[in-house]
């Protein structure tokens, strides 16, 4: 695996040339007084460097003689592994990771000057830890000062986002296998949950039992806050709480995902409990499975991104309006009031058709470039596909629509895949969860 975050690294500095890139590792976080969150690496960070540890800096400099990548990072301390756990150190940082140069944190203010100030410019990304944003300024604006005596320096601060990220959109063999295993255990879950999920169980029960089977399986964990939504519940689109008892006539909602080796699956079921449709709940499911079907035909090499979101709004608008829940035309209901986001079917489906999936689960890439240019799709990208439709039951409409019945409200339902795109098309990797 080794080889492979160097391979990232070297596709990177080709691409930076003469500037200099600074990744800073993720900053631990509190829980409460003076307990943290298991750590959590942050994705960028990772993925040029497999590196697992806080108070990090990675420093990759293409055009330094000797140092191309450097680690900054903490040193052995047996006193604070006893208590905190283990660490690489500094030595380990070279000889396991494959850096040119690694030195301790402490460190820092003394030696990244020397690596920035032959650059001409610092891609760095302006993130959540404050204090470090104010460290690489200082530096970067100290050697704006002596610029004028020298004749070499960083110029400018870059984003390396827009270099980096669309590197991570296209997943590599290894980095799929890994995705592969996440949603094999997320499989293994959410059937597990249909097989449990009764009325008189509560929805906390289900998910207690989703999780146990992500870490007996070897993942991290959750990807994400398990959403177990049964009843109206289902209408509230990250809903968490997870304390109602299933009953009798209810679908239950499932939005969950395993995390395995830092990559992540996200999966959508929505099912009866009793295992029997109403009339209503069976119009509704088949509509929204219409309209994912549809959608995922769409994800193929070529195709602009909108298109699945396209494809999947028309066919729930067109359904919607031949049950008499929207009236008017079908396209005006689309596009009239689109640029404000008020489109009259949004109280029904107020939410985008997908996303990107991989180190993070919202991934990071971008959607579009300017106002209509939308990212085609390529393979070895992978997004969701989840349509859906939420009746809440305080459901409002404009003033021009039709009163939603009695029967149609409190029914919540999202139906969502992860698809690889292929050469040839696309492969849903989650087809293993029945619907």
Known sequence: MQAEYQQRRQRLMEKIGTGVGVFRSAPSAVMHNDVEYNFR??????????FD??????VLAPEHPEHRFVLFVRPKDPEKETWSGRRIGVEAAKTVYGADAAFPIAELDEKLPGYLEKSDRIYYRLGRDKGFNETLLGHW?????TYQKRGTGPVALADPAPILHPLRQVKSDSELALMRQAIAISVEAHNLA???????????????EMERLFRLRGGNGPAYPSIVAAGENACILHYTENTRQLQDGDLLL????????????DITRTFPVNGQFSREQKILYELV???????????????????IHDTAVRVLVTGLVELDLLTGEVETLITENAKEEKQKYKPFYMHRTGHWLGLDVHDVGVYKH?????????PGQVLTVEPGIYISPDIALAEDQPV???RWRGIGIRIEDDVLVTDTGHEVLTSGVPK
């Open 41 to 50: 690496q942050d994705s960028d960070f990772f993925y040029l460097t497999g």
């Open 289 to 307: 499975l219409a309209a994912q079907t549809q959608a995922i035909a769409q994800v193929k090499p070529g195709n602009p991104y909108n298109l």
């Open 194 to 208: 249909q097989e449990m999920a009764k009325p008189g169980r509560y929805e906390y029960e289900v998910q207690a």
């Open 53 to 58: 540890e806080p108070e990090a800096v990675a």
């Open 254 to 265: 499932i939005d969950a995902g395993c995390a395995y080796g830092y990559y992540n699956a």
């Open 141 to 145: 604006q100290q050697l704006m000062f």
């Open 404 to 406: 939603v019945g009695d």
């Open 370 to 378: 300017g106002e209509d240019n939308w990212t085609i799709l390529q």
